[in-house]
């Protein structure tokens, strides 16, 4: 199994920076395994963020294109969002998600495996 933890969400004015992490942890999580970033506001849908795969290929909503970065740090298992010029649009709880199939970058909710509990993200205007 595979646990997955998220930190780092808080409140902040428009314009400002957080930096989500994420880190996994469990017997069978391995450093090959994609890990993503979804986001759900309340009323709506999860929405897909970011992607990251083992080799580092990314790939980000449109909406959060130049804004927001996604990385990782295989030696601490642990997986980041970093967040630029937020909008009061990105207010939304945070979830880091895993997917065990190698060299994928899938924006679909379906396709991955292992999900966190969640952190929220509050923007004010």
């Known amino acids: 199994q595979v646990q997955l933890v998220e930190s780092g969400g808080g409140l902040v004015q428009a314009g400002g920076s957080l930096r989500l992490s994420c880190a996994a942890s469990g017997r069978t999580f391995s450093r090959y395994y994609t890990m993503g970033w979804f986001r759900q506001a309340p009323g709506k849908e999860h929405e897909f963020v970011a992607a990251?795969?083992?080799?580092?290929?990314?790939d980000y909503a449109d909406s959060v294109k130049g804004r927001f970065t996604i990385s990782r740090d295989n030696a601490k298992n642990t997986v980041y969002l970093q967040m630029n010029s937020l909008k009061p649009e990105d207010t939304a709880g945070y979830y880091c998600a895993a997917d065990p199939r190698y060299g994928r970058l899938p924006i679909r909710r379906k396709e991955y495996d292992y999900w966190g509990q969640g952190t929220q993200v509050t923007v004010s205007s």
């Open positions: 990251i795969n083992w080799s580092e290929d990314t």
